[in-house]
């Protein structure tokens, strides 16, 4: 065994083992890719060593008191058998948090009450649920293995460990993303839980303009939209991640009628530009569903190059384009009466921007009308059908569509370039686990990494997410065009009342 540099410990606490004739007490020390669990403090032979990786099993046992319910033991693996531990709940608190996204939990009913079906696809459900410990609400992602099990040569499975991948390196940046908390099995489903937001898509938003007197945002509030829509595909970008599905509905809002809490949801089909470059993973395409996206909103580069060509983080400046052009307008950039006519519009990408200014929506900074404004025009540049042409979203901040709401610059940029710094140690420890799972050059990406210059991106001068996507093909072959299928946002169905028993129910919800 290795030597164990006890200095380096994030934790370490008392715990007891039950026996039937004399309990024993060890200590756990929690380190950054293990713990252990000794006799003494800085034993340098402990009897349990456990690796802090996903396949591990982690079950906790909860005890109901008057005034609410605690933390009692945690439940781990050793060699085929299980081991129960136990020790003083403040402790445990503790050590879970260090254990969140590192380990696999098991026993989401023990944890959680079900409140709303907030979602539900053909593979997928989400729901409200209350952790009985703090008390908090959150939404849990539950995804059937069946179906994961049943796509294409196990991409299915391949795409979901993509996506928990990507949420752990995206962890910290709560402002901006849609944040992974916990990730539990059961016998037949995976449970993604993450931050409840209260507010709605950004597609409901729109639909409620339409009640207003210009059938659209207030051009202000769409400024701010897109200003922190750029923000967060930035910081996307600079970490090599390309979303690849960005559309309304998967832009929500943290708070009611706050639209700077705008983050970004489902990474379903997400993937990490450089993964084909470094993986010595024997497929036929360089991505995970090549062709995917919503049509719509997908950059022709996507549509029109064979499935073993590259793109890169640029299709996504190219939906910000689609997104902008619909909040300016009130309408779609790509139009049809069907599915395929909409893709086939879409993939021809014949975009005519000469519309009538009004002085408000559609003025010189945000619409072509001329050749002399070619070079100034945001939208032109997010929708450039070649990508070598396209403007990076950290360019397209500093545009002057966004000068007319300053006053939050300076603040906001500090607090990003002040995240970006804080979390980039994250960020690489996230990345040893995604290159460890496809057998990635370490050295190789962490010098594209440095490459990025992550503190030049700007922000602009500026003054709910209960939505969650599944992946979804019609033909359930490779290499068609995979489209997302929205999960309804209908928050009428309860599930229990708080104050209910859970009742056998539960199972059937929630394993």
Not at 162 to 181: H, P, Q, T, W
Not at 315 to 326: E, H, M, N, R, W
Not at 426 to 444: A, G, P
Request: proline letters at 3%; a neutral charge.
């Amino acid at each position: 065994m290795d030597y164990i540099e006890y200095k380096d410990a994030k934790l370490q606490f008392v715990g007891i083992r039950k026996h039937f004739f004399r309990d024993k007490q060890y200590y756990v020390t929690v380190f950054q890719e293990y713990f252990t669990i000794g006799s003494s403090k800085d034993t340098q032979s402990p009897k349990y060593k456990i690796q802090l990786k996903l396949s591990t099993k982690i079950n906790w046992n909860l005890k109901k008191l008057k005034d609410g319910v605690i933390l009692q033991s945690f439940v781990f693996p050793y060699q085929n058998k299980f081991k129960t531990l136990c020790a003083d709940p403040l402790d445990l608190l503790r050590f879970k948090e260090i254990l969140n996204l590192k380990v696999t939990y098991e026993g989401i009913g023990d944890t959680y009450i079900p409140l709303l079906q907030i979602g539900k696809g053909s593979s997928a459900k989400v729901y409200s649920a209350q952790n009985v410990i703090n008390s908090k609400v959150y939404a849990i992602k539950a995804i059937e293995k069946s179906f994961l099990n049943q796509t294409d040569k196990g991409s299915g499975l391949e795409a979901y460990n993509m996506e928990v991948s990507i949420l752990k390196i995206i962890s910290g940046y709560s402002s901006n993303f849609l944040i992974l908390r916990e990730i539990y099995e059961g016998d037949h489903t995976y449970y993604l839980v993450t931050e409840y937001l209260e507010g709605q898509s950004l597609s409901e938003e729109i639909d409620r303009a339409k009640g207003l007197h210009d059938k659209r945002l207030p051009i202000q509030n769409i400024k701010v939209i897109i200003a922190k829509l750029l923000q967060s595909v930035a910081l996307l970008h600079s970490h090599k991640i390309i979303h690849r599905d960005l559309k309304p509905d998967n832009m929500m809002f943290a708070k009611r009628n706050d639209y700077f809490t705008l983050v970004l949801v489902d990474f379903g089909l997400a993937t990490i530009e450089t993964l084909d470059k470094y993986s010595i993973i024997t497929i036929t395409s360089r991505y995970l569903f090549p062709k995917c996206g919503t049509p719509g909103y997908v950059a022709p580069e996507v549509l029109t190059t064979s499935v073993s060509s590259k793109y890169t983080t640029k299709v996504d400046v190219f939906s910000c384009g689609c997104i902008l052009y619909k909040l300016l307008t009130g309408r779609s950039i790509f139009n049809g009466n069907s599915f395929d006519e909409v893709l086939r519009a879409n993939k021809k990408c014949e975009i005519d921007l000469k519309l009538p200014m009004d002085q408000h929506y559609i003025t010189e900074d945000s619409i072509v009308i001329n050749q002399s404004y070619f070079n100034e025009n945001l939208l032109n540049q997010l929708l450039r059908k070649d990508p070598k042409l396209r403007t990076s979203a950290r360019k397209a901040l500093q545009h002057p569509f966004f000068d007319q709401i300053s006053e939050y610059s300076t603040s906001l940029q500090a607090s990003l370039l002040s995240t970006i710094k804080q979390n980039n140690l994250n960020f690489q420890i996230q990345c040893e686990e995604i290159m460890s799972q496809y057998n990635l050059d370490e050295e190789v990406i962490n010098s594209e990494i440095l490459d990025q210059e992550l503190h030049q991106i700007q922000l602009p001068k500026l003054k709910k997410c209960n939505q969650m996507c599944e992946l979804q093909s019609p033909q359930n072959a490779m290499f068609q065009f995979f489209q997302k299928e929205p999960l309804s946002i209908a928050r009428s169905n309860r599930l229990v009342d708080l104050a209910s028993p859970r009742g056998d129910f539960f199972e059937g919800i929630l394993e």
